[in-house]
């Protein structure tokens, strides 16, 4: 899959949360007048969302578009049923490990890379909101159960940037079907109380080959009616997720 460099994918665009938006840091210990479920902040203050997160959801969208379609898709994240161990050829692969890669006794990366994405405007206020926690038992609610959740205000938009390579038609149509899903199921935690709407806009393709890269052909850039007529060629008629 990586032998040779067929062609590279620059895809452009924002996400922007529709509404609040919760990447939790996973901090383990709360600080004296703390926050119980603190966002994921850079060192200067301000919220990301990290590629992981962002390549996480897209996959997991991808396989259940996958599975809908009657494609055969392995069962991440468990080592032992996912094709890098029960399949030797990587030609045999499903497309979700095609796609994005699989461990096991043949471990293969992931064919696209998920840049973290940075607010496109300094973020002035995070919104902080208090919840409180069921005993399902008791149908009450529990003892010390009040906790503080922090979220990035709705209407933040952050850069987007996706680095894909030598995707085929399918792989790149399944791709960008997984990134609208997205919008329609959700992003980070808290879903359930209402966060995590997102919104993804694609604004502009890059393609560049090896011969780029040796200063012997020029890239191209497709925005625009251009991309709508590139990714139509590619086998995508649906333009919703374009900017």
């Known amino acids: 899959m990586f032998e040779k460099l067929h062609e590279?994918?620059?895809?452009?665009?924002?996400?922007?949360?529709?509404t609040p938006l919760h990447i939790g840091s996973g901090k383990p210990e709360l600080e004296i007048g703390g926050v119980e479920m603190p966002i994921?902040?850079?060192p200067d203050g301000q919220p990301y969302v990290p590629g992981?997160?962002?390549k996480g959801r897209v996959r997991a969208e991808a396989e259940r578009i996958a599975r809908e379609m009657g494609m055969e898709v392995c069962n991440p994240p468990n080592v032992k049923e996912m094709c890098g161990t029960k399949k030797k050829d990587p030609e045999e692969f499903c497309i979700c490990?095609?796609?994005?890669?699989?461990a096991g006794d043949v471990s293969v990366a992931s064919k696209v890379k998920f840049r973290d994405a940075y607010p496109l405007e300094e973020v002035k206020s995070i919104l902080e909101r208090t919840g409180i926690a069921i005993d399902r038992k008791k149908g009450a609610v529990a003892k010390g159960a009040l906790y503080t959740i922090e979220a990035v205000?709705?209407?933040?938009?952050f850069g987007l940037e996706i680095v894909a390579d030598n995707l085929s038609d399918d792989e790149l149509k399944l791709l960008f079907a997984a990134l609208k899903s997205v919008e329609d199921s959700a992003l980070g935690g808290s879903s359930s109380r209402g966060f995590g709407k997102v919104k993804i806009s694609?604004?502009?393709v890059c393609r560049r080959t090896a011969g780029?890269?040796?200063g012997e052909e020029e890239e191209q850039r497709f925005r625009g009616e251009d991309l709508k007529r590139w990714l139509r060629e590619k086998g995508i008629s649906d333009e919703?997720?374009?900017h």
């Open 8 to 18: 590279r994918l620059i895809i452009s665009g924002t996400l922007e949360a529709v």
């Open 40 to 42: 994921l902040r850079t």
């Open 52 to 54: 992981s997160s962002l």
């Open 97 to 102: 490990c095609r796609i994005f890669g699989t």
């Open 153 to 157: 205000p709705a209407g933040t938009r």
């Open 202 to 204: 694609i604004s502009e």
């Open 212 to 214: 780029y890269y040796l």
């Open 240 to 242: 919703r997720i374009l």
